[in-house]
């Protein structure tokens, strides 16, 4: 367990300016999506210019009429398909807390990906869906454009290009891999702390992350202002990352009997556990 935490027990609670409040930790997906919303509002109230969110691999809202248990999905279960499916979900809740506003754009990683999103979404207002492919034919204006159509731009300058053009103040990077993190890098400077920059589902964190180094250095320079994330054979584990009443985030861990069971607290910090 990481420095600075301490094991407070299941019935411990907190206290600021004499008030007293438990530890707001989800059990269901409604609560996942609460704490999504709140964790948004601090970040965005306290200008953060680079935060990452994350929900658990499959694990989705049901704004596609299915609403998962908060529960690991089966590796038999976890097809590209539904993982994409999953990731779509998250985004969709992030462009309605933006209310599809004109300079927010939101990048998947192919064109595939981003005209999936368009085709299950049907509408996302005056917001932008890109595609941060490097690869493909040219695409019509009246599907996702891919940062590859300018072929004699280097991706960085594909990727400034498209942000300039549709005025974007807040981008949304939709589970980047390696490529993409490596663009993200090049051209961070350059985007500024007046772009804000949002990763879903980057997987930065804990066993699951490849490729250690660069996304060691990624999660470095991102928030991680709402984090869900199942640890243990079946996921009897919850490291949880969110806002809390007294308006500032903290790190939990606890364990959970069942899925939609509330998870009982055995620790709270302001590090990032460690796997031990």
């Known amino acids: 367990v990481a420095s600075g935490w301490g094991d407070l027990g299941s019935l411990v609670q907190n206290t600021f300016g004499g008030t007293t409040w438990t530890p707001r930790l989800p059990s269901t997906a409604e609560e996942a999506y609460d704490g999504l919303l709140a964790s948004l509002n601090y970040a ?26 908060l529960r690991l999905v089966p590796e038999k279960d976890l097809s590209p398909e539904r993982i994409a499916w999953a ?110 920059v949002i990763l879903v589902n980057p997987r930065l964190r804990g066993r699951s992350a490849r490729d250690t180094e660069l996304r060691s250095t990624t999660a470095a320079g991102y928030d991680p202002v709402f984090h869900v994330r199942l640890e243990g054979a079946g996921g009897e584990g919850l490291v949880y990352r969110s806002v809390q009443p007294d308006d500032k985030l903290y790190w939990f861990l606890a364990q959970r009997a069942l899925p939609s069971v509330e998870p009982v607290q055995v620790s709270q910090g302001n590090s990032e556990p460690t796997d031990e």
Do not use: M
Not at 50 to 66: A, M, N
């Open 44 to 69: 965005c109230g306290e200008e953060k210019a680079r935060i990452e969110v994350e929900l658990p691999p499959g694990f989705r809202l049901g704004f596609q009429g299915v609403k998962d248990e």
């Open 87 to 196: 990731d779509r979900e998250l985004t969709a809740a992030i462009l309605l807390y933006f209310g599809e506003a004109p300079d927010l754009c939101i990048a998947f990683r192919t064109s595939q990906l981003a005209s999936a999103a368009k085709r299950e979404w049907k509408s996302w207002g005056q917001s932008h869906i890109l595609s941060l492919s490097s690869k493909g034919p040219r695409q019509r204006q009246s599907r996702p454009r891919s940062f590859a159509d300018e072929e004699v731009l280097s991706p960085r300058d594909r990727l400034l290009a498209a942000v300039n053009k549709n005025g974007c103040k807040t981008l949304v990077v939709v589970a980047p891999r390696s490529e993409q993190l490596r663009i993200l890098g090049e051209v961070d400077a350059e985007l500024g702390q007046e772009t804000q």
